[in-house]
């Protein structure tokens, strides 16, 4: 794993310098807690602090707790390494919620219209396609390309619907399969051709050439079609 400040929750803290560590197995960010707290209630000792939250979430029997790791993060204090309380994504945004604080209503808010957002796009699903929409057109896509990639995305959920027919329903074993996809075209595994292109939590097929996208959708389109008239069941 490697130490990063991941510029979206540092932002989300108006710039305050928020500890996390990559995990490229998980491809997930683990973020100091104390950190965290230390912005959010301004307390002059987080550890204490936290301290106080941890034994209130033992005994709440909060599920939270159990998701705490250590890592070695860098101390600014002596410049080294020291093993510290984090938490992944979820849990960091989950913590911030149990925090009695008025730094904390900011994030809670958004989370909130977050939630309702995603509510809404149940009644109306066109409200999710345009909110992509949107996301792909702020990030500098054209109209073209987003156009193409929402096709792709709607012929990976045909192969995936075909897997579940197969008896294909577990998220690893969609990984293993989609992995000999890749490798049939790039010689690489998808995480392995992600670590090529220098990514991590970003999508791989949003960095994709024009290129790169037709091959992988040949390859899923092939697979389905072979799914189809073989009609294998279950992953061996």
Known sequence: ???????????????TEIRSIWNSEKEDYYFSVVDVI??????????????DIKRKLVSE????????????????KDNKYYL???LN??????LIESIPSPKAEPFKMWLA????????EVFDPEKAI????????????????????LKGILNRKKLTDVWKENGINQNYEYAILTNEIYKTWSGMKAN???????????????NMSDIEIALIDIGEITTRDIAKKEKPLGLK
């Not at 345009?130 to 990639?149: L, P, T």
């Not at 392995?192 to 949003?206: A, H, P, T, V």
């Open 38 to 51: 230390k912005v959010l209630t301004d307390s002059n000792i987080p550890k204490r602090y936290w301290s």
């Open 113 to 120: 219209n977050l939630g309702k957002e995603r509510i809404d």
């Open 84 to 86: 510290t309380d984090t």
């Open 130 to 149: 345009n909110r992509a929409i949107d996301y792909y057109r702020n990030k500098g896509y054209d109209d073209s390309w987003i156009e193409v990639r």
């Open 61 to 76: 029997g909060s599920k939270l707790y159990e998701k705490i790791v250590q890592l070695k993060l860098l101390s600014k």
């Open 192 to 206: 392995e051709y992600k670590n090529f292109k220098g990514l991590r939590k970003e999508s791989l097929r949003d």
């Open 1 to 15: 794993m490697k130490e990063n400040n991941l510029k979206t929750i540092t932002n989300l803290f108006e710039g």
């Open 89 to 94: 994504t979820e849990g960091i945004l989950r």
